[in-house]
């Protein structure tokens, strides 16, 4: 199975910028649509952002359109979430996910999922 690990969280004072990489195992990373779910306290995973197989298409949560920017490099098996404008509300655990389906943006849409990289929005 595909192998996901994300990393780059951490502690960042609101307004802060953050990237996020999800490194994907194999030699398979093209076939998949990637995806970016958050996970805050006392709430449910959420999804965040994904994009498509080739990275011409990309869909942004209403939440983080215009701050968040989800992009990849299939050279090195690579997906990245880069973050602007950081909210306290931003603060969760924040997964990467893989699904070979074309269309879907739900948790049961995606087969593979990382293990997550905490971030942290001090205000």
């Known amino acids: 199975q595909l192998q996901l690990v994300e990393s780059g969280g951490g502690l960042v004072q609101t307004g802060g910028s953050l990237i996020l990489s999800c490194a994907a195992s194999g030699r398979t990373f093209s076939s998949y649509s990637m995806g970016w779910f958050r996970q805050a306290p006392g709430s449910e995973r959420e999804f965040v952002a994904a994009?498509?197989?080739?990275?011409?298409?990309?869909t942004y949560a209403n939440s983080v359109k215009g701050r968040f920017t989800i992009s990849r490099d299939n050279a090195k098996n690579t997906v990245y979430l880069q973050i602007n404008s950081l909210k306290p509300e931003d603060t969760a655990v924040y997964y990467c996910?893989?699904?070979?389906?074309?269309?879907?943006?739900?948790?049961?849409?995606?087969?593979?999922w990382g293990q997550g990289t905490q971030v942290t929005v001090s205000s």
């Open positions: 994009i498509s197989k080739n990275g011409g298409r990309t």
């Open positions: 996910a893989a699904k070979m389906k074309l269309y879907g943006l739900t948790l049961a849409d995606y087969d593979h």
